[in-house]
């Protein structure tokens, strides 16, 4: 019985029901979320170094108690190898989350000072984050399958609010398909988690995975695998089970995204690790071409789909598709080498997804949009510092050696090159060989993406999207441009002149933007070729004020350096990540 | 002969139904005062509290279960071929793992006469739930009746003879009794359903139900009958015992003779009730498997109008609509709970053997019943109505693990019966509070309501996703998860599989209701919605359209009344919580939870 995961689920939990007695705003709440996720963070890390003090094997920090013994649901938490590395990055990436919506500064979409409502949207966001992590945190502890799927489903209210309420414009759509699809694959789950129990009898994932799949007959382990399996990839996301994301991510707050593509994928391909492989070797095994064949299919649709992309976030949303795929198809190879290189592909796609989100959301403020065209180039001269940072993470994640993204890609290609015995090698053959065409596509699609962005003369395309506001009146898609754009207004003048007319609205910014010392003859220009849908509204330039966009600030930079750092280290030292991860998976497979 | 009657057992319906006429009395002769109506209420209230302190002392006592009104020692000669059957098919004495067992078991042994009164864990389960969902609508219904449009009185009589039916049916071991339990329950609801008078959707939807239960007791009692005819005894111990002999006689070596054995005994036995049936048994026996699936059928539809079952759903929607709040959640939780203790004491106690007739009917009406109730919901735009279908889809998770037939199938559907009605409660609740405000009471009057009334918004979502089986609703996901446990067990892996689908369809309104309580209100349309409410539906209900002091005052336009629902709306979301954190404390009192761990 140990103290810490219990204290890492209650810390979040409490902070979270502190928030519904009717105190604090603005600096109190800021200090309140710092606290209680540092709080956390520091927990985790106290776990990692009991854990790798305590020698590093078997399961650490345990606590085992009944809940409701009539479903023979026990609370049975602990950490090894596998979870421990997926615990520590969540807890980091929630409290860096919480770094970034608190920074000072003028109006965004999403941080926490100023919200539209007032300061209870502020609570609410704060609140439903902590919900978020406990739930994110609760899946990587739990050892009882049933423990796992009531964490894995604690996570979905929480994130559909957080995508409903404070997305993009789509946001509302996005949200519900959210939902039911990973809900659709959770209940999947729950009756191939019941299958494993009622042919085993038992709910305990660590002695289910010592006995290796022992009671239960091929042709069950096979269905319960696929039940397992196709849960899990809908939260994963494997091709062709993807079709949410790409509107979640895109839609979501930049929070939202990066605790969406940071951690919510790695629930399912932890499950991969934790659950199914282990539990179920047999229906792994019999498996395993298929989930080779859809993760290598999903790595290139993935990279096919970025190349087509406009949205800079859709495009990011694209590329998690096929990063996922090369983690998918480590572990269909069921070997050491493979299953290693997806947990490293994991906490490498975490980290550098995450940081790509937040750049990308940066980005997106300072724009006004994330339409790659829109963006219209030369960010290096203009913000030097931001576009610095984007191409960093670019390169990290086209897995550039000496970087955290290149090990987990490589080594998910030498685990295809000798796949476990049983496995047909000449398949798995064509698999790393297409996949590895994957690898020059996501080279093409990021540097496609950089060369747009980042390089060439910068030029004025920003306030395009404010008069296509005013041009397109009396479409439905200018409504709601208008819409936000008055939001936008509102932010600026404390006054709320409200009118019924969405021209009259509509104009009226323009106006103002325009005595903001836009030029009129480029927005002219401009807004002949923006279309509405990049209406992002002129929040972030217009809280400037100066008409100059600002480079990267200090709460930005506080919330990425950490991430920068630990591509680095473990693209210069994976073998810190490795070790911990080595020996359990060797247990797992019960390899020697 | 003299009937030795224990007042100790027969104490919760004795002490309502005296409530009940105390109830009438007092409206009657009392001087028309403003004190009489709260009166009236506490008086209500305090007799659903002591007969809910019966049933709590009758839990606590342990031993033997109460048994009451039995037929006399003279007469308990049961039909017995004792060395007939092969020993798995009694259930032994000693310990026996459902209640359910208990009392099948009784005459076999000859020790334990047949009851028509059985207080057992099986009861105490239903009669406690059908008591503290009973605390709920009283609360609700003192805010109804604050608006002086309704007799008092009448009401709360009514109210506590449904409540007697309820309490009644659960402890009914005849087939007659059974009957007059469940008219109890219902005859009542019709009158308060059209109680609110010069409402014309009230009274539709009062005809309405009278119509669709009429019709169901018929069909109930043509089933009944024929179970009668074909067996020759009420009583459902005896019913399993001769249902269980029949399947048991092919099986001896000479069918022909051991069932001339066992005919003569079965006569026996009925001679003492009925001599008219003597005729029947003097020449051969027929074969009386398709009467009994006659039987079994009709049996099965009229309770199914009951829990409002599909293909007999349709009323519903329109019923629970018209309907004044409370009422409508009495039809969701009580009336709902009393037709499933009903269909399972039929079916698992009297037909247990029978189930190879009643199980795949009973899977292929669960199956329908989730999927049509869901998809009506999706498309409601009228809260009432939405709780209406869902409550239809959420009958159709609780018959699913009947379909598996044994004791701990029938312990998850009664677990998730219970859990079920705590939160079906609370969603009513809200809603009661809610149609203070906005009397049209469609979904879009929810929306901010978490910033208008943080309280209640946030409870609603709760109860919400309680029902959509979502943490932080883990009442909910326990209830969903001891059902599809108990499918995939027990091989009925496709009907797990039609419930996870419609667990997703299910998730669809109640997330969009419950994402429209946080999504702020439009500007003016909050003021819009209250003020251009036309008066149609429910003229009784105070509304606030001259009240513009905004969204936080408008819960005063209707003060009267204002304190039991928050009360209830309290209860309703402290017991889900508690159903949430330690649904052990539930799951303990289930008959069959002892033994669920396989």
Known sequence: MSWVPVAMLAVPLAGAVALLMPYGRGRLLRAHALTVSGVTFALSLVAAVTYVRGGATGIGLETDLAWVPWLNLRFHLGVDGVSLPLVVLTTLLTFLCFVYLCRGGAGGTDRLPRGRPGPERARALVFTLLLLEVGMVGTFLALDLLLFFVFFEVVLVPMYFVIAIWGGRARRAAATKF?????????????????????????????????????????????????????????????????????????????????????????????????????????????????????????????????????????????SIGHMGFVLL???????????????????????????????????????????????????????????????????????????????????LLGAFDPAPGLSRPLFLLFMVVAGVGTVLTAAYFLVMLSR??????????????????????????????????????????????????????????????????????????????????????????????????????????????????ILLFGLWPKALLSLTDPVVHSLLGTP | MIQSIDYFAVAPPLVLALAAGLVLLLDAFLPRRPYVRPMLCVVTLAGVLTALGFVVAQASRSGEALRTFCVPEGLTTAPRIVPALPPGVRPTTGKPTGTIAVAASGPETGAVPSCSFVVDDFTLVFAGLALAAGIVVVLLSMTLLASGEIPVGEWHFLLLCTLTGAVALPASRDLIMLVVALELVSLPVFALTGLRRHDGRASEAAVKLFLVSVVSTAVTLFGVSLLYGATGTVHLDRLAQVLRERAAVPAVPGPGQAAGDALPQVTGTTEAYVSALHLSYDSPPPDLSSVLAVAVVLVLAGFAFKVAAVPFHAWAGDVYQGAPVPVAALLSVISKAAGFAGLILILVTALGSEASTWGPPVALVAALTMTVGNLLALRQRHAVRLLAWSSVAQSGYILAPLAVRDDEATGASIAYLVFYAAMNLGAFAVVMLVSRRAARNELDDYRGLAFRDPAAGPALAFFLLCLAGLPPGLAGLFAKIVVFRELVGGGVAWLAVVMAVNTVIGLYYYVAWAARIFTPAPRGASQGVVSDMPDISAPGVVTAPENPVGSGEETGGGRRGWLPVVVAIGLTVVVALVFSVAPQVVLDLLPGGSGIGR
């Open chain 1, 179 to 319: 939902i039911l699809y990973t809900l659709l694959g959770s209940v999947v789950l729950l009756i191939g988690l019941l299958f494993v129990w009622a042919g085993t009898g038992t709910l305990d994932m660590v002695s289910l995975a010592a006995a290796h799949g022992a009671g239960m007959s091929r042709p069950a382990q096979i269905l319960a695998f696929v039940a397992i399996g196709v849960g899990l990839a809908v939260k994963a996301p494997m091709w062709p089970l993807h079709t949410w994301l790409p509107a979640a991510h895109t839609e979501a707050p930049t929070v939202g995204s990066v605790l969406l593509a940071g951690v919510l994928l790695k629930m399912g391909t932890y499950g991969f690790a934790r659950i199914a492989i282990p539990i179920l070797p047999e229906g792994a095994a019999a498996v395993a071409p298929w989930l080779g064949a859809f993760a290598v299919i999903g790595v290139i649709y993935g990279c096919l789909a970025c190349l087509a992309q406009r949205d800079l976030k859709r495009m990011i949303a694209y590329s």
């Open chain 1, 453 to 566: 962005v980042t390089h060439g003369r910068p030029t004025e395309t920003v306030h395009a999207p404010l008069l296509t506001a005013a041009g397109a009146t009396g479409t439905p898609e200018a409504g709601e441009a208008a819409q936000e754009a008055r939001e936008a207004q509102e932010a600026m003048v404390a006054a709320e002149r409200v009118t019924e007319k969405v021209t009259a609205d509509a104009e009226q910014v323009v106006e103002e933007t325009m005595a903001g010392g836009g030029p009129p003859d480029t927005t002219a220009r401009a807004g002949g070729s923006g279309s509405a849908g990049e209406t992002g509204s002129g929040r972030g330039t217009g809280g400037a004020g100066s008409g100059r966009t600002r480079d990267v600030t200090a709460h930005e930079l506080a919330a990425w350096v950490p991430l920068v750092a630990l």
């Open chain 1, 330 to 412: 480590g572990f269909a190879t069921l070997t050491p080498v493979g299953l290693n290189a997806a947990l490293f592909g994991n906490i490498a796609h975490g980290l550098i997804t995450a940081l790509l989100f937040f750049v990308a959301g940066a980005i997106k403020e300072r724009y006004g949009t994330a339409d790659i065209p829109a963006l219209g180039g030369g960010m290096l001269a203009r913000l030097p510092h931001l576009a610095s940072l984007l191409t960093f993470a670019c390169f990290a994640s086209l897995g550039l050696p000496g970087l955290a993204g290149f090990w987990g890609e490589m080594l998910a």
